[in-house]
């Protein structure tokens, strides 16, 4: 029997039926509504390619239950800014020329974002201590690491 689940996702509502409520939310945002990002990295919690905002906190979407989730305030990258208003931390990737393949981007920015709502000043080792965890096989992390700074530079 399905059950449906209202979420609000980037600001807008949304009902979906499921299966299964231990469905990962991951597998929602992408194949019930179709959203580009987060994005399956590992699909155990380690490497953060999934990582969106519920309620304001960087969780893993790829090991948390959607009924875990049921009325939650989501925000992925998508949602965090816009072309016109880009998220500090968006603007801060592009500036120090971060991007290479941009898969395991959603998981750094939301990581990032989340840390620094918490603590808008952090010092460099409060950012690696931050982002530890995630994964980039593209080595790009003295980039990001600097486009962090710039980001926590421009609030």
Request: charged letters at 15%; one cysteine or more.
């Amino acid at each position: 029997m399905a059950t449906q689940f209202r979420l609000v996702v980037d600001g807008k509502a949304h009902t979906i039926s499921v299966d299964d409520p231990n469905m990962p939310l991951l597998y929602a945002l992408r194949d019930e509504l179709g959203l580009d990002n987060p994005h399956f990295g590992c699909g155990l919690a380690q490497c953060g390619a999934c990582t969106v905002h519920v309620n304001g906190e960087a969780i893993r979407s790829c090991v948390t239950p959607l009924s875990t989730v049921k009325d939650a305030k989501i925000t992925t990258l998508a949602g965090l800014g816009t072309p016109a208003h880009p998220h500090p931390l968006q603007t801060a990737y592009v500036e120090e020329q971060v991007p290479q393949c941009g898969y395991c981007i959603n998981g750094w920015i939301m990581t990032a974002a989340a840390m620094l709502k918490a603590n808008p000043h952090p010092t460099d080792q409060q950012i690696r201590d931050g982002l530890a965890g995630l994964k980039c096989r593209c080595g790009t992390h003295m980039a990001i690491l600097r486009a962090v700074k710039r980001a926590a530079q421009m609030a």
